[in-house]
Structure formats: structure tokens, C-alpha cells
């Protein structure tokens, strides 16, 4: 018979944080928080069951800082995580069978931004992340690896441009990269399934309506492009390997009142 599970898992979770604004717009700030997720069905192995799931639970601090640039609308801002998380569930399929596993893992790095909206119609945003997700505790080969397919570098970078006169006043235009760097593509880090870098382009084109019919105001239409290249490489995780989505446009119309 199927195994079965009756419980009633509950946890208490905190969340907190302060900051502080200087006046020269500096703002120095410190987070903490905890998380709970009950999972239900239970830890397989090689056909057996080992029992039922155990809630993943975890606690994250935060420490950072924000920089407004009031004469540019601008912010900067820097922040150093670390998540540590027991219980966390992952499948795994290498062995032919759909595989529950838990894991610990600590999740240890620092994320920059820039975001910009300057008055002669140009919007910017910028950002980086280095992120070192360790396992914690699974099997004594794993141990001190980072977790597959995880990077430890993503980058993004976006462009936007609203014309503010002529005969173009109410098109704006939108381009920018992504990149995601390598990665491991299983937790023993098999160099044949290692997951290349993947750099991908979108773009959007928009126009404001009402610019040009005032008794269309409040109404936009919209094209967005993901992937415009068609940038598509192979992903491996333990047990199993997907492609990156294709090209993707999407056009749509909106109104707001």
C-alpha cells in the first residue's frame, strides 16, 4: 500500500529589520527573518521509503546599504545574504526512479544594483550577483560543493528610452542582456555535464496612445521580446537535463482609468 501521513506541522516565523537614513541619503540597514514549509510525501531510496518529509525551515540575515542620487533619480544599493536552510527537497532521478531527497544548504553572497530614471526620457537598471550555495549536509562526496545548477555569477543589464516630443512623443524603446554563468550539473560536479554560460538579449517597444488621441489617454500598446536571439543551450540537474526557453514574443494591449 501506498505510505500515508497524518500531521499537524506548524512552526513560528520572525521577520525583522532597521535602517537608517542619513542626510546625505545614505541608508545603512540589517534584516533578519525565518521560514517554514511543511512538505508533504516522503524520503525514497533506491525503492525504499526512509519516512515521511520533514518541513524545510531556514534563517536569513541581511546586511546592506541604499545611496539615493536625488539630483539623478537614482538609488545604489550593495547587500550581503546568507540563508541558511535544513530540509531542503530536491528530486533526483539518476537512478531511473523519481527520487525525494532533503538537503541543508547555505546560500552566502553579495548583490549590487543601480537603477536610474532621468528626466530627458532615459531609464536605467543594472545589477550583479554572486551567490555560493553550498550543501551543508547529503552525502559525504557533496558535502562543501555548490549546489547543481546554481551559478555563482548572474548579471543583467536594461535600457529604456521614452521619446519626449515630435512625431515619436509617446514611443518608447527597450533593450538589455542577461547573463548566467556556468554551473555545475550534478552535485558530484561531473565535468561532462557541467552547464555552459548563457548570454540573452531582450527588447520591448511600447506606445502610449493618448500622446497622440487624448481620448485614448489611459491606453498602451506593447510588444516584449525574451530570448530575442533564440539563445538556447542545454541545462543539467542532478538526474535529468532541459533547454533554455526559445524566443519568446508577447504583444498586449492595456488601459488604465
Given amino acids: 500500500a501506498a505510505p500515508t501521513h497524518d500531521g499537524d506541522e506548524t512552526k513560528r516565523t520572525v521577520s525583522a529589520s532597521l535602517g537608517y537614513v542619513f542626510e546625505s541619503g545614505v541608508m545603512p540597514?540589517?534584516?533578519?527573518?525565518?521560514?517554514?514549509?511543511?512538505?508533504?510525501?516522503?524520503?525514497?531510496?533506491?525503492?525504499?521509503?526512509?519516512?515521511?518529509?520533514?518541513?524545510?525551515?531556514?534563517?536569513?540575515?541581511?546586511?546592506?546599504?541604499?545611496?539615493?542620487?536625488?539630483?539623478?533619480?537614482?538609488?545604489?544599493?550593495?547587500?550581503?545574504?546568507?540563508?541558511?536552510?535544513?530540509?531542503?527537497t530536491v528530486y533526483e532521478t539518476s537512478s531511473g526512479i523519481n527520487l525525494l531527497r532533503q538537503l541543508d544548504l547555505r546560500s552566502r553572497g553579495v548583490e549590487l544594483e543601480a537603477t536610474a530614471s532621468l528626466d530627458n526620457g532615459w531609464s536605467l537598471i543594472g545589477s550583479y550577483s554572486y551567490?555560493?550555495?553550498?550543501?551543508?549536509?547529503?552525502?559525504?562526496?557533496?558535502?562543501?560543493?555548490?549546489?547543481?545548477?546554481?551559478?555563482?555569477?548572474?548579471?543583467?543589464?536594461?535600457?529604456?528610452?521614452?521619446?519626449?516630443?515630435?512625431a515619436l512623443e509617446g514611443v518608447a524603446i527597450g533593450a538589455g542582456l542577461r547573463y548566467v554563468g556556468s554551473s555545475f550539473g550534478d552535485n558530484q560536479h561531473t565535468p561532462i555535464l557541467d552547464n555552459e554560460s548563457r548570454t540573452f538579449v531582450d527588447a520591448s517597444l511600447r506606445y502610449d496612445l493618448g500622446k497622440a488621441l487624448p481620448s485614448l489617454e489611459g491606453v498602451k500598446l506593447q510588444v516584449n521580446a525574451t530570448n530575442l536571439l533564440d539563445e538556447v543551450k542545454q541545462v543539467c540537474t542532478t538526474g535529468f537535463c532541459y533547454y533554455d526557453e526559445g524566443r519568446k514574443i508577447v504583444g498586449s494591449i492595456r488601459y488604465r482609468f
Fill in 131 to 166: 551567490n555560493d550555495v553550498e550543501i551543508t549536509k547529503l552525502t559525504s562526496e557533496t558535502v562543501g560543493r555548490q549546489l547543481n545548477s546554481s551559478p555563482y555569477h548572474t548579471f543583467s543589464l536594461w535600457a529604456d528610452y521614452e521619446f519626449q516630443g515630435g
Fill in 29 to 88: 540597514y540589517v534584516s533578519y527573518g525565518t521560514s517554514f514549509v511543511a512538505n508533504p510525501g516522503v524520503i525514497i531510496t533506491t525503492g525504499t521509503v526512509i519516512g515521511q518529509a520533514q518541513p524545510t525551515v531556514g534563517k536569513q540575515y541581511e546586511l546592506g546599504v541604499k545611496y539615493a542620487l536625488p539630483q539623478y533619480n537614482a538609488l545604489l544599493s550593495a547587500a550581503f545574504f546568507n540563508l541558511d536552510q535544513d530540509n531542503a
